[in-house]
């Protein structure tokens, strides 16, 4: 749910978005390794930790609620990547002591085979689920693929690329009046609707606004997915994110 706190800094109001029903620290390792097309039994710990930690810093910025279990895997992290930084002994190397990441990489291997034997149960059909009274009409705007849904490191990485365009692209800010994230719920439903079909996530984003605009949009974005009013996904991997109603 969505906690409402003070005003902010830039005159909007602060929320707390928390994350229960997103993905843990697990996800957002393995999410590193996909992008950043890692072998999981090799992970140079540098770059994962420094990328772990980038993440953590823009979801503080967004005032997402943090679990302690993020932090305790960034101390994690740091922790493994300090052992490897050390010189190893000669006692060591006879003794053949285990890698610092060992215990890491089994973790990972374990909550992806969970990940995936949960997927594949999610997609059997369940009684009392798949039985619709009514047929819901065709959406004939797109092609009938299949569609990836997007998790919220992936939401997070998008909307990153939006705000680095905001910061390159506005020569002038212009004040404009405050805007709630209950607002941007409103305005952002009001143009799904009207529009019936999915919209690019980059287009939910308005040009030339300033920064905390942006970023009510986003937590505005994450709070509809919570409350499953809307779906993000893509059409092919790596493809444009979108944004349709459930």
Known sequence: ?????????????????????????????????????????????ALITEQYLQYLKMMKELNLDIAGDYLLMASTLLQIKS??????????EEEGEEDPRAELVRRLL???????AATELE?????????????????????REERFEVNLFELLEAFRQVLARVKSESVHEVQLE???????????LSLLQKEKRSIAFHHLFPENVTRPVV????????????????????????????????
Request: glycine share 2%; charged share 30%; aromatic share 8%.
């Open 1 to 45: 749910m969505m906690d409402e706190n003070t005003l902010g800094r830039e005159g909007t109001q602060s929320y707390t978005v928390r994350l229960d029903m997103f993905e843990g620290p697990l996800d957002l390792l393995l999410h590193l390794i996909r992008k950043n097309e890692i072998n999981v039994f090799d992970i140079p710990m």
């Open 83 to 92: 052992k490897m930084l050390l010189p190893v002994s000669s006692e060591e």
């Open 110 to 116: 374990e909550y992806q085979r969970y990940k995936e």
């Open 123 to 143: 997609r059997r059909p369940m009684k009392d689920r798949d039985f619709f009274v009514r047929s819901v009409p065709e959406d004939t705007t797109e092609p």
């Open 178 to 188: 405050p805007i709630t994230v209950e607002e941007r719920i409103e305005q952002i």
């Open 215 to 246: 970023v009510v949009t986003f937590l505005a974005i994450l709070e509809l997915v919570k409350t499953k009013l809307v779906r993000v996904f893509q059409m092919a991997p790596f493809d444009t994110i979108r944004v349709s109603l459930t």
